[in-house]
């Protein structure tokens, strides 16, 4: 079996984070970074219109690397004066924007803004991630336990709900086959819920500002 895996640059505390899979590079959230620590990209997935989320100079700046943009509604109604619509995606649950090298559903995100979405990114050779921004467990992400997410990044903090457990609840759902916690500091308290409550899953912790490769 060939090993497969992902480069990973995380950038801020939130969830910004360059993932870059088969030489697909995309990032998620740009805010409070350099576009220059971002570098190149081919997506940009934004979940909803906060301030740690949605950086709308950032996101122009990165603009000129001609990336398809897929946004919830909110944000995207506010990135549409500066971005040419046929590189712009506006997503609600349920959504999908696909071409030759992957696919992005849009899933629930319960968090208080106004319309937040969840994403799952599913690869042209079928290796799934599912990107949580800062979100709570919602009813449907029991979907994503049938579809076998081979990385999934968790919120644990820094929103309102979030923390360790809450994390540790929608790995349990989910079940991915690794679990990254960001958007918080409290990583091994994470660690520690997961692997007592669902120890098949592996839970990688990654530091900021350094590019890792996981294995998948």
Do not use: C
């Not at 950032?58 to 897929?70: A, D, G, R």
């Amino acid at each position: 079996m060939v090993s497969k895996a992902v480069k990973i640059l995380w950038l801020n505390e939130y969830s910004t984070l360059k993932v870059t899979y088969n030489e697909i590079s995309l990032v998620t959230d740009p805010s409070q970074t350099l576009s220059s620590a971002i570098g190149e990209v081919s997506y940009i997935l934004i979940s909803h219109e906060h301030y740690d989320h949605l950086d709308i100079r950032l996101v122009n700046e990165l603009s000129k690397y001609s990336p398809m943009i897929i946004s919830d509604t909110e944000s995207g109604s506010r990135l549409r004066k500066y971005i040419p619509k046929e590189r712009l995606r506006m997503m609600r649950p349920g959504n999908i924007y696909k071409d030759s090298n992957l696919s992005i559903t849009a899933y629930k995100s319960i968090h208080p803004a106004v319309n937040p979405v969840t994403y799952l990114i599913e690869y042209s050779d079928g290796i799934k991630l599912f990107y949580a921004n800062d979100s709570l467990l919602a009813g449907e992400h029991s979907q994503l336990a049938k579809l076998n997410v081979d990385l999934a990044f968790v919120p644990i903090g820094i929103a309102p709900g979030a923390s360790p457990k809450s994390g540790s609840e929608m790995v349990h759902v989910v079940q991915p086959r690794i679990a990254i916690p960001v958007h918080g500091t409290r990583f091994n308290d994470f660690k520690s819920i997961v692997e007592a409550k669902d120890p098949n899953v592996r839970v990688q912790i990654i530091p900021r500002d350094v590019e890792v490769v996981v294995e998948l």
